[in-house]
């Protein structure tokens, strides 16, 4: 799990990788024809909002057909309200149909890679004898040989082999990954490439039902269900019509007091200026893109909900190792044990540590020749006998003869020594204990019986994690740091890093209990795992994202998938989540605010007749009550289209404080809510003149 | 069901408490503090005769009365109100209208507007001094009095101290004032036969 | 400089003793645990009101006693109202009320409006005016507190709300009754009259006859003004002199008015323990409030209109007021009765200058200054859920208020508290602005008249019951269409926010973050106020602009 610590960073307050140009040509021209078919009432029935608005369109087109008919006076007028309510409802559907289609350009190059392939379906474990079908009939359990060159047909679990697999069709990274039975790289995924050697994989997924059926439709936005808050805004909108919808017919009847009849087109359009269409043309492009800012990411969300839920987790379980420090730790210095010179200890060490692979062995050899010099050895001719590390033993080394060279945990190379009689100096006790309190980890190394110091291997903790940290403490979330080490040095690292809390010598239960401890508290928990013993703990977390490389029971236990493998993506999850709320509260916010300039524009025109007095409130000095009216209906429609960016893009999330952020939002979209349309509809209401339409 | 019988405990308890025992104590109290106004600070003449309510306006017509604001119920202490006309109503004009012909201030002379606008109750004992002033020549001149006179009597009947002493313009309680004026014309009359 | 005193000297009396009250409250109303002083008197309570008394009850049972009992209110006092000819205490032997007329009184007084479709003085027994309508000034007003207490408590967290029985107990007994004792003492102090007899005769100093209506006057006004009940005693309510005789019981007169719904915030702070919440609450209203009485007193301080070209010296507009109470007195009043839907009134509202008539209809269609004793509180409730959720959004969150996440059954029911109020407003006045039930009632012509309207309706929906008194408001269509929309404008406002606080006392309690929309700021306070102004003026412009708007525009 490496990953790069700066590029991670800039992507959040960025939009993520590549930014691709908000539309092409390609993508609209399609979009306005499926606005065109949105029309259809039965689905623009989901959006209450818009649904009255084409209610409304298609009536005023009937009073306009009438009067054209009759040929009464103002069915110019009529006939050039009802264009823009119909206008009004297609941008709307335009708005939708565009956040589609950028969703569906991005699937469109997945979909190249769930080209039906033909599978090598093993028919005999025993004799690996296979028969071949088209990947669409295979089943959940089946086995399939996939060599090198060939197409991976459906998601899985390698059983045997090791390969190489090309994953860029999903994941965009051109550089292979190693893929191979049991531990946390088993899992592939239907539609990915073998590279060299071959693979025997257990299908886990139905046809239809992969990883990449999934994503695409998710992208596609094809099984967009409503989020929780988005029901919730629905429902808040539908009552801001209702409430419009009563102002509106109300005031038919008091019109009359004044012997004012109001005609059915102005009523309407008065109705659809003041129900809260921007929003409503919106919101389902807002969601959408949300998805797509996501997968732009490379983190694949199984659900909106999930998405939602990241913009309110205020807890952050991180792995400590690949997250907060670099995945190896180093060897930094030799500290002898009394009357032990320390290149003595040092090329002990690097003895030690000749056959030890690891990266901290290697640290230790390299260590050893920077300080002392000291080379490496041809330790064949030495007869020399290599005792790998184990679970059990817990220590590595080498024997040279008679003499025995270990290194490890102090516990255990303790147990060594005494058990030949040797003795534990207070000062290597003193030593591994100092190692261990200032975060590092303590290797103490022993000749036989006696011990000949410790090594000190450093966790380098990465750079600009620290400031990731503030910025995640200033946005309302407390970080926790998962480790295997003790607590003691689990603190140490803590402090370091920056974190606010840690659990030291976690095991999967304990993992588990955590969140099920913060959840109960009321917390949202968001953590991040590849490994099949996380899949509890991530099944529980609220908000959890699994690694690709990780297994298939992580990825299943997940309800996000990171593509790019990289922890901290989380941060970046998060603001996504909030960026979608953020932008729906403040479309919302301007949708309202927009509509008491509106009021100013048609109340006075409407009754300017019976009660010319009002002609104080006409504060826009708008030209005729027609041209008055008229512009509202422009700028109301006119204003959906030019905010579909901001829909697309979202509101900048900005990790300050929540009442910063409020006052940002307040400012831009409600007071320039209330303004804006003031300008909007004057400049309108001129061109207009200009043109000699009023 | 049960519901039912605790609510009809319920008002038992709080019709005892509320419309029972507290108006009860009240009335007590008021007996004891209050005997006088808690009948309506009646005002009666030598005679013991009420003639009317420290508290209400009467009806006065006659020159030789200080004549109270115009009443929207002409004064009925039995069914009250305002006239609720709205400024913009072309009645409450022509009412004006109507008053200041009646009060005929003299050439240049501001009518003070308390005596042009109706009161919410059509009750208000009050006038402002000034709308005194501006009546002094004519009741001092039905009842035979200087104006010196007259006046004297009105500065000696101001009302509403606290407004006063705030920094307010001073009331004249009207019927008290007229009370005052008939008492000082009968010791004139019963001292000049 | 008086102009500037009275209001000052009101609202700073006011303020002081709305803190110690809102301390005094909390204590009465929901005593800090059992082992208090307070449990004797919670045994009595039981005793006497039987089992039903003792348990604490889930929103909806709470719901149910409450809507029992005030049925209960409604019936009886139907009862009296058209029997009273046969009660005791009628030494004016006044005769039964119409039935819609007593349906449409009985549903104003059950529902803490207090719109009067009568007179007083000319309509009713002492009877009726003690046990019936003074009755329920006390009860009704318990009732708002007990359910702004039983609020207060589900948002400390508490699923069950209290019982509703026992808070009305409390709420009569502990908190009403005191009050109105004192209160009635000092108005017999200053000269109200307090007696059971009947009217006096006096003979004028001009010989006519003057019959002079009175009656126990002081204990009804108290209770009238302390519970936000606002019926007057006579028909022109406090602007009778012997409903407010002087300067000074105008004065406490006001004071009173204020006072409980300005405890009450600080009590709702103490329940919930988010003191500073409520403090921001308190400072939305006030400011709300400064802003009207300054726009009122100032609006009301120029003459009227009506003495244009006329030979009057220039005044502030004196009809329909007193003079007994000083300059800004009837602004301040009016402002102060409308915003906490009191609705008594010490200047006739339809003589008010067209701009400061908006004033009063706007507290009414807002109804969350202050508002009624209680229920102010919880219809501010509603502004404050809608702001939290769009502004909770605008930082990124699921919007949460007071640690609950507010989602879809929340905002439905919001939404329905939301829309019952201007639906009630908007509606009537169509349909009678409309037809002739309204148009053939009017005192006023033009915009005056459609105002009248509103104002009629606004009064109703906001249970606040003044009015523009001129409308010939005694017909069937008025007393029935206002009877209806009082009732529902009772308790639609009550149990709507009451099932919130149940659904969101249900919920886990989320913890507070530096990510989380604090509800203690001065920014909440802020974007509370644009909320309430924004959807004010969204549901009400049209009404603002065809009535008092026009008509002022209409002076030239």
């Known amino acids: 799990m490496q990953l790069d610590v700066s590029t991670s960073a800039s992507a959040a307050g960025k939009p993520f990788r590549k930014e691709r140009s908000l539309f092409t040509a390609r993508m609209l021209v399609p979009a306005m024809g499926q606005a065109v078919r949105m029309f259809d009432p039965w689905s623009m029935a989901r959006n209450p909002v818009m649904f009255i608005a084409e209610l409304g369109a298609a009536l005023t087109t009937l009073v306009t057909v009438s009067a054209i008919a009759t040929g009464s006076d103002g069915s110019g007028y009529f006939l050039a309200i009802s264009v823009w309510l119909w206008l009004t409802v297609w941008f709307a559907n335009f708005a939708e149909a565009v956040a589609e289609a950028r969703g569906r350009a991005q699937a469109a190059s997945l979909r190249k890679a769930r080209q039906d392939v033909t599978a090598h379906r ?58 191979e039975s049991g531990g946390d790289r088993s899992a592939v995924t239907g539609g990915t490439r073998v590279l060299s050697d071959h693979l025997v994989i257990r299908v886990t997924a139905k046809p239809g039902e992969s990883f990449l059926d999934r994503m695409i439709a998710m992208i596609e936005g094809a099984e967009r269900q409503k989020t929780p808050n988005e029901v919730a805004l629905t429902i808040v909108l539908a009552g801001f019509t209702l409430i419009f919808l009563m102002v509106c017919t109300t005031l038919y009847p008091i019109a009359r007091y ?30 959408i893109a949300g998805m797509a800012r996501l997968s732009q990411a490379n983190v694949m969300a199984m659900s909106g909900r999930a998405v939602e839920a990241a913009g309110d987790v205020d807890v952050l379980l991180l792995d400590k190792t690949g997250t907060i420090t670099l995945g190896n730790r180093q060897a930094t210095e030799f500290r002898p044990a009394p009357g032990v010179e320390e290149r003595q200890l040092a090329d002990a060490a690097q003895l030690a540590s000749l056959a030890d692979e690891t990266p901290e062995g290697r640290s230790i050899v390299v260590l050893a020749k920077e300080q002392f010099n000291i080379r490496g050895r041809k330790l064949e001719e030495q007869q020399a006998e290599f005792v790998n590390f184990t679970a059990r033993t817990r220590m590595s080394g080498v024997n040279l003869g008679e003499q025995q060279i270990r290194k490890g945990a102090a516990d255990v190379v303790r147990r060594f020594v005494e058990e030949q009689r040797g003795e534990f100096p207070n000062q290597v006790v003193h030593d591994v204990d100092t190692i261990a309190r200032a975060g590092g980890t303590p290797l103490v190394v022993a000749e036989n019986a006696r011990v000949l110091g410790t090594i000190y291997l450093k966790d380098i903790v990465k750079g600009g994690i620290k400031e990731r940290f503030i910025e995640l403490r200033r946005m309302g979330i407390k970080t926790v740091m998962i480790t295997g080490d003790n607590p003691k040095t689990a603190a140490a690292i803590a402090a370091e890093a920056g974190v606010d809390d840690f659990l030291a010598e976690a095991t999967p239960e304990a993992k588990l209990e955590l969140i099920r401890q913060y959840q109960r508290e009321g917390h949202l928990v968001a953590m991040t795992g590849d490994g099949t013993n996380d899949a509890p703990a991530l099944a529980q977390a ?36 909030k960026q979608m709320l953020m932008t729906r509260g403040a479309l919302t916010t301007f949708s309202v605010a927009n509509d008491v300039a509106k009021y100013f524009a048609i109340i006075p025109a409407i009754f300017m007749v019976a009660l010319p007095q009002l002609e104080v409130l006409n504060i826009m000095h708008l030209a005729t009550p027609h041209s008055a009216i008229l512009s509202a209906v422009i700028f109301n429609a006119v204003v959906i289209p030019c905010l579909i960016p901001v829909a697309i893009r979202g509101v900048r999330y900005r990790a300050v404080g929540a009442d910063a952020l409020l006052r940002r939002n307040l400012l831009i979209y409600g007071l320039g809510g209330l303004i804006i349309p003031f300008v909007g509809i004057k400049l309108i209401d001129l061109v207009l003149v200009g043109v000699g339409l009023a | 069901m049960r519901d039912v019988i605790t609510s009809m405990r319920l008002f038992v308890l709080t019709i005892l408490v509320c419309s029972v025992a507290y108006p009860v104590a009240i009335l007590g109290f008021a007996e004891l503090m209050a005997p006088q106004s808690r009948q309506g600070s009646l005002l009666r003449d030598s005679a013991g005769t009420v003639v009317g309510s420290r508290l209400l306006a009467q009806s006065f017509t006659q020159p030789r009365y200080f004549w109270p604001r115009p009443s929207a119920v002409d004064y009925n202490a039995s069914a009250t109100g305002g006239s609720n006309l709205s400024p913009t109503n072309p009645v409450l004009a022509e009412r004006a209208r109507q008053s200041i012909e009646r009060l005929s201030p003299g050439a240049g002379e501001l009518v003070p507007a308390d005596l042009v606008s109706a009161s919410g109750s059509g009750m208000d004992p009050h006038i402002t001094l000034a709308a005194a002033i501006l009546q002094l020549p004519r009741v001092a001149a039905a009842r035979n009095l200087s104006q010196q006179q007259v006046e004297s009597v009105v500065r000696g009947h101001t009302d509403a101290p606290t407004i006063v002493s705030l920094g307010g313009e001073p009331l004249v309680n009207v019927l008290e004032l007229n009370l005052a004026l008939d008492q000082l014309t009968q010791q004139s009359a019963d001292n000049n036969p | 400089m008086l102009e500037v005193i009275i209001p000052a000297l009101i609202i700073a009396t006011s303020i002081a003793l709305a803190w110690p009250l809102g301390r005094y409250m909390r204590w009465a109303m929901d005593p800090a645990g059992p082992g208090t002083g307070r449990l004797s008197f919670e045994r009595v309570a039981v005793g006497v009101l039987g089992p039903k008394a003792e348990h604490t009850q889930h929103w909806k049972r709470y719901c149910l006693s409450m809507l029992s009992f005030n049925l209960l209110m409604f019936v009886f006092v139907y009862l009296v109202l058209t029997t009273q000819q046969w009660l005791p205490l009628n030494p004016e032997n006044k005769g039964p009320l119409e039935p819609s007329l007593a349906f449409n009184t009985a549903a104003s007084f059950t529902s803490n409006t207090n719109l009067q479709h009568y007179s007083g003085e000319v309509s009713l027994s002492y009877f009726s005016q003690l046990f019936a309508l003074m009755w329920l000034q006390f009860v009704s007003a318990a009732t708002g507190i007990a359910a702004v207490t039983a609020l207060s408590r589900g948002l400390a967290g508490h ?44 003979t004028t100093l001009e010989g006519a006859t003057q019959t002079i209506a009175r009656g126990p006057v002081a204990a009804f006004v108290a209770i009238k003004q302390l519970g936000t009940n606002g019926g007057g005693f006579f028909g022109p309510n406090s602007t009778h002199p012997f409903e407010n005789p002087t300067f000074w019981t105008n004065v406490l007169s006001n004071v009173a008015i204020l006072l409980i719904p300005m405890a009450t915030v600080w009590m709702f702070g103490r329940i919930t323990h988010r003191l500073r919440h409520a403090g921001v609450l308190f400072g939305v209203m006030l400011t709300l409030y400064l802003c009207f009485v300054a726009c009122a007193s100032l609006l009301e301080s120029q003459p009227t209109a009506a003495f244009d070209g006329l030979p009057v010296a220039s005044a502030m507009n004196l009809e329909g007021k007193e003079l007994r109470f000083g300059p800004t007195a009837g602004a301040t009043w009016a402002v102060s009765t409308t915003a906490t839907s009191n609705g008594s009134v010490n200047a006739m509202h339809d003589s008010l200058n067209p701009l400061t008539g908006l004033l009063p209809m706007a507290g009414m269609w807002l109804n969350v200054v202050f508002g009624g004793v209680g229920v102010g509180l919880i219809n501010l409730l509603i502004f404050v859920i809608t702001a939290v959720f769009l502004a909770g959004m605008m930082v990124g969150r699921t919007p949460e208020y007071l640690t609950r996440k507010v989602e879809t059954k929340e905002m439905k029911l919001a939404l329905i508290a939301l829309l019952a109020h201007p639906l009630f407003i908007l509606g009537g006045t169509a349909v009678f602005a409309a037809t002739p039930w309204g148009t053939e009632t009017l005192n006023n012509p033009g915009s005056h008249g459609l105002s009248e309207i509103i104002y009629e309706f606004s009064s109703a929906a906001a249970n606040n019951g003044s009015g523009f008194e001129g409308l010939g408001d005694n017909t069937v269509p008025w007393n029935v269409s206002t009877g209806l929309i009082m009732l529902l404008g009772r308790f639609i406002p009550i149990i709507a926010p009451l099932a919130i606080v149940g659904s969101l006392a249900a919920k886990r309690a989320t913890p507070e973050t530096a990510g989380t929309f604090r509800t203690d700021t001065l920014l909440f306070g802020v974007v509370l106020m644009g909320a309430v102004l924004i959807v004010g003026a969204l549901l009400f412009l049209p009404l603002a602009m065809l009535g008092p708007i026009a008509e002022q525009l209409s002076i030239r």
């Open chain 1, 122 to 179: 093993v028919v005999d474990q025993a004799t690996l004898q296979v028969e071949d079908v088209p990947a669409s009939q295979l089943t959940n359990g089946n086995l399939v040989r996939v060599s090198a060159g060939e197409t991976i047909p459906a998601d899985g679990e390698v059983i045997e082999g090791v390969a190489s697999v090309d994953e860029s069709a999903i994941t965009g990274e051109s550089a292979p990954v190693i893929r």
């Open chain 1, 258 to 287: 004044f012997d004012v009849t109001i005609d059915v087109p102005t009523l309407v359009a008065l109705l659809v200026c003041l129900i809260p269409t921007t929003i409503g043309a919106l919101l389902a492009a807002i969601g």
């Open chain 1, 542 to 577: 609220d908000v959890a994202v699994a690694m690709n490389t990780g297994t298939q029971a992580a990825k299943e236990a997940g309800n996000m998938v990171d593509l790019d493998s990289n922890p901290t993506k989380l941060i970046d999850v998060v603001s996504v989540g």
């Open chain 3, 159 to 202: 699923a069950q709300l209290g019982n509703f029985y026992q808070d009305l107990t409390r709420a009569t007994t502990l908190v009403l009754l005191p009050l109105a004792t004192i209160w009635a003492v000092l108005m017999v102090l200053l000269g109200m009259p307090m007696t059971l007899e009947g009217a006096a005769v006096a």
